[in-house]
């Protein structure tokens, strides 16, 4: 497997974003073969990322600072735009699988009638959901800055890449 796309955002006023750990992006995870939801399920436990979810992304703006999000991509294909209204819009395609950093914001334009995601969350993690707002709390980047450091890569383990690229402090 290639090393993931990453991708940081900064704070934009109306969302936080993370203000450390890029976004990852990586491509064709898993290829195509029966039930591929059910695949990706087992896979992120396997690595304690515990699936919560199957279903489409939001259409509006969002993010999450309590915990951070992996989403696998089981059918179909979509445009999301990461980072807020003037972040950056990415292609998704069955395969796929997205792990966002706590208060990173995300938002489905467009998808396929087939479109399906499986949502993870780092074991025991106790996940919040907020919308973009006119004014961000300041009590929301304590939130994010408390977030345990997960203990896997829900692709591939303790030695996956994102150990690497979201590093302790």
């Known amino acids: 497997m290639r090393e993931p796309d990453a991708w940081?955002?900064?704070?934009?006023?109306?969302?936080?974003?993370h203000p450390q750990f890029p976004v990852l992006?990586?491509?064709g995870v898993l290829p195509e073969g029966p039930d591929r939801a059910a695949r990706f399920?087992?896979?992120?436990?396997?690595?304690?990322?515990?699936?919560?979810?199957?279903?489409g992304i939001y259409p509006w703006h969002h993010y999450h600072a309590?915990?951070?999000e992996a989403f696998g991509i089981a059918s179909g294909r979509?445009?999301?735009r990461?980072?807020?209204?003037?972040?950056?819009?990415?292609?998704?395609?069955?395969?796929?699988?997205?792990?966002?950093p706590a208060g990173t914001a995300h938002c489905g334009l467009e998808a396929s009638?087939?479109?399906v995601a499986v949502g993870a969350y780092p074991q025991d993690a106790?996940?919040?959901?907020?919308?973009?707002?006119e004014t961000l709390p300041a009590s929301i980047f304590t939130l994010i800055h408390n977030v345990p450091h997960p203990d896997a890569d829900p692709v591939s383990g303790r030695e996956g890449p994102l150990m690497r690229l979201w590093p302790r402090t």
């Not at 940081?8 to 974003?17: A, E, L, Q």
């Not at 399920?41 to 279903?55: G, I, K, N, Q």
């Not at 106790?126 to 707002?133: F, N």
């Open 82 to 100: 990461l980072g807020g209204a003037e972040g950056r819009d990415v292609e998704v395609v069955a395969g796929d699988v997205l792990v966002l």
């Open 113 to 115: 009638d087939d479109f």
């Open 41 to 55: 399920e087992a896979l992120f436990a396997t690595h304690h990322w515990p699936p919560a979810w199957r279903a």
């Open 126 to 133: 106790d996940v919040d959901m907020h919308r973009a707002s």
């Open 8 to 17: 940081r955002f900064s704070c934009d006023g109306h969302v936080p974003n």
């Open 25 to 27: 992006h990586y491509p």
């Open 66 to 68: 309590t915990a951070h």
């Open 78 to 80: 979509a445009r999301l």
